[in-house]
């Protein structure tokens, strides 16, 4: 209740700021989506990174009204307009092509689908395979708490800590059962006949989500440059496909170090997105962060809310600082 009060005020205010109005007309922000869909799958809705078709269209409603939206050409070539916004999507959700783009198509926005090609291709479904593992899977949670990986208290939440050899080990030592459970567990993805009906749309710019969902600040550079390259490789017969890479989990520090951001821009990457929910003061970093709408933005306050959150903060001296658990 009272949460949703501040919210609100912060949602009807905070856009009036002059410090904040500034950093959204000269800089970029950025608004990220996971799925849209009416029939959600439980680990995209256990998650709250769906949205269903409805609510999507209302969020795109605040987006193009109060924004001007950009395609990635436009931030990548440093042409932006007054208060410029790009639409992104993670991980690359049927229901992204199915019932996303065709919204979008109506209004001609142009949006980046960043993709992991390795579920795309029927692989390897690390984000749902590590958390279901970690939420459902008691003898993986023991494992984890003996590993000193995990606590009790957090072992819900230790999937980002979590390595392929890990579970490897895992799965020699009690079976790997659990993975026929993941079919109505995982949300679908989308097929490659999706990703070449979204290469003939001039509005759609395909990028890179690593070509499995690893947590970037587990690997070391050898598997980082090989799942980077590997996603690139199964990407380049797309003629919409650009050198766009956006972190799997998002979180900087705690899933990637500015070394490692260093090491992809060296390699290939022109430009790297985050999960820090903020807009961008500066729109010719090789670095942007962005904002990601769930479920609960769903009144324009809210939206407001969560696009001048930091900010706000930020120029209160409130605000946590990106990069806190970096090396
Ligand atoms: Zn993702």
């Not at 799958?41 to 709250?48: I, N, S, T």
């Not at 229901?95 to 065709?102: S, V």
Request: charged share 20%.
């Amino acid at each position: 209740m009272l949460r949703d009060f501040m919210l609100d005020t912060l949602g009807l205010m905070g856009r009036h700021f002059k410090q904040v109005r500034g950093t959204l007309d000269a800089g970029l922000t950025i608004f990220n989506f996971h799925d849209v869909s009416d029939t959600p799958a439980p680990f995209v809705d256990e998650q709250g990174c769906n949205v269903t078709t409805a609510l999507f269209r209302k969020q795109v409603d605040f987006i193009s009204s109060n924004f001007n939206v950009v395609p990635a050409e436009a931030c990548l070539a440093g042409d932006l307009p007054a208060r410029p916004a790009l639409i992104t999507f993670d991980d690359g959700y049927a229901g992204t092509f199915n019932n996303a783009l065709p919204i979008l198509r109506e209004d001609r926005l142009p949006s980046v689908v960043l993709v992991n090609m390795s579920p795309i291709l029927g692989g390897n479904f690390w984000a749902e395979r590590t958390t279901y593992l970690c939420r459902k899977v008691e003898s993986f949670q023991k494992f984890l708490i003996a590993e000193g990986l995990a606590s009790e208290a957090n072992v819900h939440q230790a999937h980002v800590e979590c390595t392929q050899g890990l579970v490897d080990r895992y799965e020699s030592e009690y079976g790997a059962d659990y993975l026929a459970e993941l079919d109505s567990y995982n949300q679908p993805y989308a097929t490659t006949g999706n990703l070449e009906e979204a290469d003939e749309d001039p509005n759609v710019t395909l990028g890179s989500h690593l070509y499995t969902h690893y947590n970037v600040r587990t690997l070391s550079d050898e598997m980082l440059l090989d799942q980077h390259r590997k996603n690139n490789a199964a990407l380049a017969g797309y003629r919409r496909f650009k050198p766009l890479f956006a972190f799997p989990f998002g979180q900087p520090g705690s899933c990637f170090t500015q070394r490692q951001a260093d090491l992809l821009l060296q390699n290939g990457a022109d430009l790297l997105l985050t999960a820090w929910p903020s807009p961008n003061a500066d729109s010719s970093s090789r670095i942007l962060d962005r904002i990601s709408l769930t479920p609960e933005h769903n009144t324009d306050r809210k939206l407001w809310a969560q696009v001048v959150k930091y900010p706000v903060l930020k120029m209160l001296g409130r605000a946590r600082e990106p990069w806190a658990q970096s090396d």
